[in-house]
């Protein structure tokens, strides 16, 4: 005779998902839960993309990658990446053929995600980004399709070459003629990401899942509670900082009242945004970060630094903005820049690696992509771009290599044959994408 529903006993997936008081989050593997589930079948683990973004390029000088594995050999500025090089692929030669010959900056990233032809003038129009093709398909399984965010706000009006300069301030488009708006505020993003809404704002997330948390703690073995509890301490870590941020953003919001204009048209930190760079740019990453691991979404995209950006960086010791910085992108200032932002991948992806997943770990099955829309910011030089990708994409992406199609012809250095690719394995099959046609060889 079956056991009346009541006392039935309780089984539990791989994915299993924590509910309360209008929040879910989803939780890291944990070997122990396959014994409660339905099914012996092993799991499918989802595979996510991130893109992150610098503008202006980077010191050419100190920007190259030699050999595979073990022997690789970084440059300076890719040394942040040492600690990750067997995960890591490093492609130099690529390039955007729609964006070249246009003029310089909007029209060098408008389309550096979709190899869409952009216009000037009043009515912007490029194309649906890598990001938002990929959000498209995965999106669906998530309570958000992706998240973009950036740590900069964007600009308004036209540049000088009469592209509007939302081309400079946006890579990732929903439509041709939209792209989707960057979230620049920690808070707000959390909020958006946890149903944050009303007095919910004002109660711990783990407080709102805890009688779950609680009997999912007496079901599984002892080191998964360890695991267990070493996630929620880091989503309350989270969870704190982007409360004193919050904190910040509503003082910003009663100042600007009273001066009857919005927060974000002050400058930073007038606006609420963090005055230290370096705290804004790791919360972007640890929410990112969050994200894929409760798996609130597979997708998502990160401005460090627009095009034309106007960041400054006293912790580096350069005076000049980021933009002016640029011009002379060869100097040992811009060097620092550069290097300071790539290591936002490294934080971003080392992050992802210290999650175990199954026999591998988050990282391994995911891609994040770093790239700026400039090889030499003080010639405006974008005939190649640099980008690296980290992540193995579920066994479907080799890495551990040094990728250089420099020589390669026209034909077979388009960064849209990489969006091929990388979309391929997600299960997006184009016969076309931008100026590409066929998939980046090598890859």
């Known amino acids: 005779m079956t056991q009346p529903a009541d006392i039935a006993p309780r089984r539990i997936t791989r994915r299993t998902v924590l509910r309360g008081a209008g929040v879910t989050m989803a939780l890291p593997f944990l070997q122990s839960l396959p014994a409660f589930a339905d099914t012996a079948a092993p799991p499918a683990f989802p595979k996510r993309f991130a893109v992150l973004f610098m503008g202006n390029g980077i010191n050419e000088e100190q920007w190259s990658a030699e050999g595979s594995g073990d022997a690789m050999k970084l440059s300076k500025t890719l040394s942040v990446l040492e600690p990750l090089k067997h995960k890591i692929n490093v492609i130099d030669g690529l390039r955007n053929e729609a964006a070249m010959g246009q003029g310089i900056h909007p029209a060098q990233t408008g389309s550096l995600l979709s190899g869409a032809h952009i216009q000037k003038g009043a009515i912007i129009h490029s194309g649906v980004s890598l990001d938002q093709m990929i959000a498209n398909t995965v999106g669906q399984d998530t309570p958000q399709s992706s998240i973009v965010l950036a740590c900069e706000e964007p600009m308004t009006g036209y540049h000088e070459t009469n592209f509007s300069l939302a081309y400079s301030s946006h890579i990732s488009w929903q439509t041709p003629d939209s792209p989707v708006p960057v979230e620049v505020y920690p808070s707000l993003a959390f909020d958006s990401l946890f149903e944050n809404r009303g007095s919910l704002r004002n109660m711990s997330i783990l407080d709102r899942v805890k009688e779950r948390t609680e009997a999912l703690s007496r079901q599984i073995s002892s080191s998964d509670k360890t695991k267990l509890d070493e996630y929620l301490t880091s989503v309350r870590e989270v969870e704190k900082r982007v409360d004193s941020m919050r904190k910040t953003k509503d003082q910003a919001d009663d100042a600007a009242r009273q001066h009857n204009r919005p927060a974000f048209t002050m400058q930073r930190p007038a606006n609420g945004l963090p005055e230290d760079l370096r705290d804004h740019t790791r919360l972007m990453c640890d929410l990112i970060a969050l994200a894929f691991q409760t798996d609130k979404t597979r997708v998502a995209s990160l401005l460090l630094a627009r095009d034309l950006s106007a960041l400054y960086y006293p ?30 991948l490294a934080y971003l992806a080392a992050k992802l690696d210290s999650m175990p997943e199954g026999d591998g770990t988050v990282l391994d099955h995911s891609c994040l992509m770093f790239l700026s829309n400039m090889w030499i910011g003080r010639k405006h030089d974008n005939s190649r771009l640099p980008v690296v990708l980290a992540g193995g994409l579920g066994g479907t992406l080799p890495t551990g290599r040094s990728l250089n199609y420099l020589d390669a012809g026209a034909e077979n250095r388009k960064m849209c044959s990489l969006y091929l690719s990388i979309m391929d394995r997600f299960g997006i099959k184009l016969e076309k994408f931008g100026d590409a046609e066929t998939r980046l060889q090598k890859l």
Request: net charge negative; proline share 0%; aromatic share 10%.
């Open 315 to 344: 912790f580096l010791d350069v005076r000049e903005g980021h933009h002016s910085a640029s011009h002379n992108n060869n100097s040992d200032g811009y060097e620092r820049i550069s290097r300071f932002h790539l290591s936002q």
